[in-house]
């Protein structure tokens, strides 16, 4: 008997299957097979929320929740901080390998040409209220793009989304930008093509009179770095949406903008403006164990600690604490900081988050830098998108270009009705409202 098979043996009928295994798992349309009789549909796998189905192959991240560790392409994520630009590593997330300098110097041309905002996309964003959401402004300002690029919908076309991805990796800063210049009812800064990804951003965000924006090089390195650390993390909420969106093969713009969506929620990249929220309730470093106590007893989670796939320390995290020493030299020491400190030392101690295997995750130190750098808490999560938007794309093309995919399109059990008689308007009764 071939050892790479599965025997499965139905109860039912008393037959006995042979299902191949490869990669450690099994093809979970080869339970179809599987029968009670000629009608019967065949087997399926049930996995509300994916908890054990892997959805696609993929050659870009790699992840080893039990042991903390977090590859891009094969480039442990501490190596690539500590020695690498953004734009480096997003060329290898999105082309396999590390750039030659000629190879980047031209990449960062293309993304270059395409940091500037079409003069109709900034008049959409003076439509936003001056207190909207920035990342309820970038999601729409993401997918108002598609309407600006005719050649945007030819998904199929490497050269087109080739384009599309310079495009969109050019522009997210910008946008991001604008977003937060019109929450504070300043003018828009337009981009400054002399200066690096990050310090152009800067530029962006910051610049006021002065005729030349110079950012200061310990902060635009650690904004670089977070932005490293955010770049891709496999088959998380975000990128599945990704995927999900790009396969009917909807556009990358609003693909993309449905991936944000996605990120903003308080479970995924929403997490960090909730850290915040959470440290400022707790208030005090003396008002730690009594939250503890509060998120033991099942009132409220603590954010930023959890994760679907780290079951020990998240790699990201470890980074980030050492980059907010670097910002801090420059700001000035957050006082939030030692209550997260002290959240941290208590929750890994304590047995309830012992034994759930909750560690701190890469929101939960990210916030406090950003705040230390002066940006407001409903900013965070767009500063995760900017760089998750080179993971995003990455997803997507290898998602339209793997033959294996198809529009995804999950099975359910239906748990409905049986087919009922349509009563008429005055005979019904009412029922309970679900
Ligand atoms: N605080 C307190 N308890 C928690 C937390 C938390 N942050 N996270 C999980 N738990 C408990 C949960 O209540 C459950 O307990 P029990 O077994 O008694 O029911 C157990 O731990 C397992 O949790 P789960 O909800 O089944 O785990 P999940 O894999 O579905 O959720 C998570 C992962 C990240 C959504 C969750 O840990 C969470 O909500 N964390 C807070 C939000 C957060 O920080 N999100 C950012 C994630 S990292 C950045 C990103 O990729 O977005």
């Known amino acids: 008997m071939d050892k790479n098979t599965l025997s499965i043996t139905d109860n039912r009928t008393g037959k006995t299957y042979s299902v191949a295994v490869s990669d450690g798992t099994i093809r979970t349309m080869d339970l179809r097979q599987i ?35 977090l590859r891009y392409r094969g480039y442990p994520i501490e190596d690539l901080a500590e020695t690498c ?18 190879q980047l110097n031209e990449w960062a041309d293309q993304v270059r040409h395409h940091t500037m905002l079409h003069e109709t996309t900034k008049k959409f964003l003076e439509g936003f209220r001056y207190d909207a959401h920035p990342m309820a402004m970038f999601v729409s300002t993401v997918a108002a793009l598609a309407t600006v690029y005719p050649d945007v919908r030819k998904v199929l076309d490497p050269e087109v ?49 002065e005729p030349k924006y110079s950012a200061n090089p310990a902060l635009a390195r650690a904004l670089d770095v977070l932005f490293i650390l955010h770049a891709d993390h ?9 995927r999900a969106v790009g396969s009917s093969q909807a556009d990358p713009f609003l693909a993309t903008a449905a991936a944000a969506a996605a990120l903003s929620g308080p479970l995924h990249g929403g997490a960090n403006e909730e850290v915040l929220k959470m440290l400022d309730e707790i208030g005090s470093v003396a008002n730690v164990p009594a939250y503890v106590e509060k998120v033991k007893a099942g009132k409220g989670k603590l954010m930023g600690f959890g994760h ?26 957050n006082p939030k900081l030692d209550i997260a400190l002290e959240l941290e030392r208590i929750a890994l101690q304590d047995e309830y988050f012992v034994t759930r295997k909750l ?44 033959p294996e995919q198809k529009i995804a399109r999950p099975r359910q059990i239906y748990t409905g009705q049986e087919t009922r008689k349509v009563v008429p308007l005055e005979k019904r009764v009412a029922h309970a409202v679900v």
């Open 359 to 402: 560690y701190p995750n890469v929101d939960f130190y990210s916030g406090i830098i950003y705040k230390a750098m002066g940006f407001s808490p409903d900013m965070f999560t767009v500063l995760f998108a900017i760089p998750r938007t080179v993971g995003w794309l990455a997803q997507w093309q290898e998602m339209l270009t793997d």
């Open 161 to 209: 989304r080739a384009r599309q991805i310079a495009r969109l990796v050019g522009k997210v800063p910008t946008i991001a930008a604008y977003c937060y210049r019109h929450s504070l009812g300043y003018p828009y800064v337009y981009p400054d093509n002399d200066l690096s990804y990050t310090e152009n951003f800067m530029n962006m965000l910051w610049k006021m009179v």
């Open 85 to 102: 630009s953004f734009l480096e590593v997003a060329y290898l997330i999105l082309h396999g390998d590390l750039p030659t300098e000629d």
């Open 308 to 333: 679907r796939v780290y079951k020990n320390y998240d790699p990201r995290a470890r980074i980030i604490k050492w980059t907010a020493d670097r910002v801090f030299e420059v700001t000035g020491r």
């Open 234 to 242: 496999e088959q998380n909420c975000s990128a599945n949406a990704m």
């Open 35 to 69: 029968k009670t009789d000629a009608e019967d549909f065949g087997l399926m796998g049930y996995d509300p929320a994916f908890m054990n189905t892997a959805s696609c192959r993929s050659a870009i991240t790699f992840i080893d929740g039990e042991k903390g560790i």
